[in-house]
T-cell receptor, first 111, second 114 residues
Framework: AQSVTQPDIHITVSEGASLELRCNYS??????LFWYVQSPGQGLQLLLK??????LVQGIKGFEAEFKRSQSSFNLRKPSVHWSDAAEYFC?????????FGSGTKLNVKP | DAGVIQSPRHEVTEMGQEVTLRCKPI?????LFWYRQTMMRGLELLIY????????DSGMPEDRFSAKMPNASFSTLKIQPSEPRDSAVYFC????????????FGQGTRLTVV
């Protein structure tokens, strides 16, 4: 069965520091991969997606993610975090038309 | 496009009552999903429609839950009778299968069953 693992439930970083959120998936082939962000009381907004090609993908708000097939990982990064990045981040895989989500990582940003 | 539209945004109901959540997907999308989000279980896929037909309802927790999609522009998720443990945020999402695209989410309905 497909699964998405986000090992970090909470992460706190200082404003201006770099960020990496981890995501591992379990699936026989390479699925479509996504990162979404959810602010409190809001729906999920797409940050970036990977379907094929270049394994480093750029997204909105200065985020990027790297697909590593050998590690079944799709980690999200940002070189310098802003206070407005505080939110919950979800990794997702798309398989056979359906989308499966990890449990999310809550990002706290210290001033 | 206005995006995926869900109504109501908030619903408070008493245990045992029937609850109906509504969703209007993005025009042109051929897939629709209902998700439930709770602190304990995260985002769970409840049911997936393709071209208005339920393809996978294995995530529907109990027979108290039912979902319909009578046409391409409308879907409902019904809980009858509702129980306090159904309290959660319910999201509807739509997508276009066959193209390299993501799921687009509505704002969600926060359901509280007292």
């Amino acid at each position: 069965a497909q699964s998405v693992t986000q090992p970090d439930i909470h992460i706190t970083v200082s404003e201006g520091a770099s960020l990496e959120l981890r995501c591992n998936y379990s699936y026989g082939a390479t699925p479509y991969l996504f990162w979404y962000v959810q602010s409190p009381g809001q729906g999920l907004q797409l940050l970036l997606k990977y379907f094929s090609g270049d394994t480093l993908v750029q997204g909105i708000k200065g985020f990027e993610a790297e697909f590593k097939r050998s590690q079944s990982s799709f980690n999200l990064r940002k070189p310098s975090v802003h206070w407005s990045d505080a939110a919950e981040y979800f990794c997702a895989v798309g398989v056979a038309g359906k989308f499966y989500f990890g449990s999310g990582t809550k990002l706290n940003v210290k001033p | 496009d206005a995006g995926v539209i869900q109504s109501p945004r908030h619903e408070v109901t008493e245990m045992g009552q029937e609850v109906t959540l509504r969703c209007k997907p993005i025009s042109g999308h051929n897939s629709l999903f209902w998700y439930r989000q709770t602190m304990m279980r995260g985002l769970e896929l409840l049911i997936y429609f393709n071209n208005n037909v339920p393809i996978d309802d294995s995530g529907m927790p109990e027979d108290r839950f039912s979902a319909k999609m009578p046409n391409a522009s409308f879907s409902t998720l019904k809980i009858q009778p509702s129980e306090p443990r159904d309290s959660a945020v319910y999201f509807c999402a739509s997508s276009y299968v066959g193209a390299n695209t993501e799921a687009f989410f509505g704002q969600g309905t926060r359901l509280t069953v007292v």
